[in-house]
């Protein structure tokens, strides 16, 4: 009950604080609609016992015009607003939930199944909050009218409030099937994910060449129908079950609606009651039952609006929790001794192993480091936490003696830079694919002029139509589209737009290259790095598994299995015969 009042007044706050004016014309109009209902029967009773009886029958007509008045002001009104106001919430809803995913500073949420398919659930569900203005005027609206009949009723005669505990029943009988509806759509939450991620994959061009090739239509199509089995049936059988109860309590309601009828017509014929007060009955149990079953259906409506509303307080505190809002200090301008990992211990939500383990790390200010080691050896998840994507699960990250924890994630996150094997390709302008590296840059051609030469995208962004003003991807109407080698040297370009961040992180960067370019690329690198160390003592990381390039570094990092097994220079670790030397052996006579 207390989960369902705060997502209530959650509902309240969020319509109110998106839309106050429109938001509020709705609920008075839609709630004066619903009174007046009942009080044009409360007058045209009045009317009828008057010129019955020959009584003042005169405000009766008063009643219903005022009744009728103020239902074609409230219709207007409410129509007015409703379509505007539903697309206010929604964009204001959208820009929350924006908001919310992207402002948590880590990744981990990212990667853990159950807070994956808590967010599908929250965006499948989340457009239907856009209507929550109007499911919650409608709500308190039929509210309002079922209380003004339940008086009326009463009033006529005490008997008659069994037709509202037999609506009472009806309307607690869809809420709980509305419950029970989101319940089932948690449940399949994962089947409607691997849905959606089907159909991206399946419209995808990037997939439709392995998918033609490889003749996957007929195992997408067998698996689209097995999901659609897993996650509609669950559903289907919900819903039907539903309509045989709300059908169950209907037959139920209509039986005491007419002896209801029967009752109040021998009570006429006693003389306990007068033709004003069947006239009255006679129209306002129909409207009981229609109430009753607006109440029904409002009440299904708002139990999957809380649901959708409790799913988002707890998206809310998910993100508040995960802040990382300890951190208050703000990220240094300069380094002046390094970056240093002690007994550095990180595994992945869900995953019951390690994906490094007890790394003890100096990164001197001002160095060039190479990682280096095989597939799995920890060297992407090491440049992570250098970034603080993750918080390591044991050992602490320093920076100038500093634990990264104290520092303001979102300042640290501004002194860093980063480019990645699996980058973004971003189908903007050439120019906002760069820019995006850095925001208060991106209109200053010459910055973006020098990204483009550091990563070696000069050539591309020559080649292109309209140069930096081009639009890039062939989904847009005259986009062009790249090359990976070309999209990769745009992501190079970004990652260079801070000139001198205090990290730059570059994890296979440059995969998509051959070893010459790649050469020609670090040279630049170091280049950078020279500058960058000159200026304020920044940390260029390089993460490769080509050894000819890593061999200018001021310092190699070899990784094995999560674990780091050899630091040194290039021909310290060559002289010492271990790993290095080894792989470096290999390496080389396949170039050979």
């Not at 709980?176 to 994959?201: E, S, V, Y």
């Not at 160390?533 to 094995?560: K, P």
Request: aromatic share 6%; hydrophobic share 45%.
């Amino acid at each position: 009950m207390r989960e369902i009042l705060g997502s209530t007044l959650t509902l309240i706050r969020l319509t109110l604080r998106a839309v106050p004016l429109l938001a509020t014309i709705e609920f008075v109009s839609v709630m004066g609609m619903a009174v007046a209902a009942p009080l044009l029967a409360y007058g045209l009773g009045l009317t009828a016992n008057g010129l019955a009886t020959g009584g003042a029958w005169r405000a009766g007509l008063i009643w219903l015009g005022g009744g009728l008045g103020a239902t074609l002001v409230a219709r207007i009104a409410s129509s007015a607003v409703q379509a505007t106001m539903e697309d206010q919430l929604e964009g204001h809803l959208d820009r929350e939930l924006l908001d919310l995913t992207s402002g948590i500073p880590g990744i981990a949420h990212h990667e853990r199944p159950d807070i994956a398919d808590r967010l599908a659930h929250i965006r499948e569900e989340s457009r239907e909050l856009k209507y929550g203005a109007t499911a919650l005027g409608s709500f308190l609206s039929v509210l309002a009218g079922s209380a003004t009949i339940m008086v009326l009723l009463v009033t006529i005669h005490p008997v008659l409030l069994t037709l509202v505990i037999l609506a009472g029943v009806r309307i607690w009988v869809a809420g709980r099937t509305g419950r029970n509806l989101q319940r089932i759509q948690r449940a399949t939450a994962a089947h409607h994910r691997k849905i959606q991620l089907l159909t991206d994959l399946a419209g995808s061009p990037r997939h439709g060449l392995e998918i033609r090739a490889y003749g996957l239509r007929s195992v997408l199509l067998d698996e689209f129908e097995r999901l659609h089995r897993n996650r509609d049936v669950p559903r289907w059988t919900a819903f039907r079950r539903d309509v045989w109860r709300d059908l169950l309590m209907t037959m139920v309601f209509t039986t005491g609606y007419g002896c209801a009828i029967a009752f109040v017509l021998w009570q006429t014929r006693l003389g306990n009651l007068n033709a004003g007060d069947v006239a009255m009955v006679v129209l306002l149990i129909p409207q009981l039952d229609r109430t009753a079953s607006g109440l029904a259906t409002s009440t299904r409506q708002m139990a999957r609006m809380l649901d959708t509303v409790a799913n988002l307080r707890w998206l809310r505190r998910y993100a508040e929790e995960h802040s990382w809002s300890s951190g208050r200090t703000p990220a240094p301008t300069h380094l002046r001794d390094g970056i240093r990992l002690r007994n550095v211990s990180f595994g992945y939500p869900g995953s019951t192993g390690q994906a490094v383990t007890d790394l003890d790390l100096f990164l001197p200010a001002g160095s060039t480091v190479a990682i280096i080691g095989d597939n799995g050896a920890g060297k992407s998840t090491l440049a992570k936490l250098l970034l603080r994507l993750y918080d390591p699960t044991g050992g602490t990250v320093e920076v100038d003696g500093i634990d990264l924890h104290q520092l303001d994630p979102r300042s640290w996150h501004e002194r860093t830079s980063a480019g990645f094997q699996d980058f973004v390709k971003y189908e903007f302008t050439a120019q906002e694919t760069i820019g995006i590296g850095d925001l208060a840059r991106m209109d200053d051609l010459e910055s973006l002029e020098a990204a483009a030469r550091r990563g070696g995208a000069t050539d591309v962004v020559a080649e292109l139509p309209a140069g930096l003003a081009t639009q890039l991807g062939r989904r847009f109407a005259g986009g062009v589209d790249l090359s990976g080698g070309q999209w990769q040297r745009l992501a190079l370009a970004r990652a260079f737009m801070r000139p001198h961040p205090l990290l730059l992180t570059l994890d296979e960067p440059t995969a998509a290259l051959d070893p010459e370019a790649e050469y020609a690329l670090f040279e630049r690198f170091a280049a950078a790095s020279s500058r960058t160390t000159r200026r304020n003592g920044g940390i260029t990381v390089l993460v490769s598994h080509r050894f000819s390039t890593v061999r200018m570094a001021d310092l190699i990092v070899v990784m094995e299995a999560g674990r780091i097994i050899e630091v040194g220079t290039h021909d310290q670790l060559l002289d010492s015969g271990g790993l290095y030397h080894e792989l470096f052996n290999l390496q080389a006579k396949a170039y050979m």
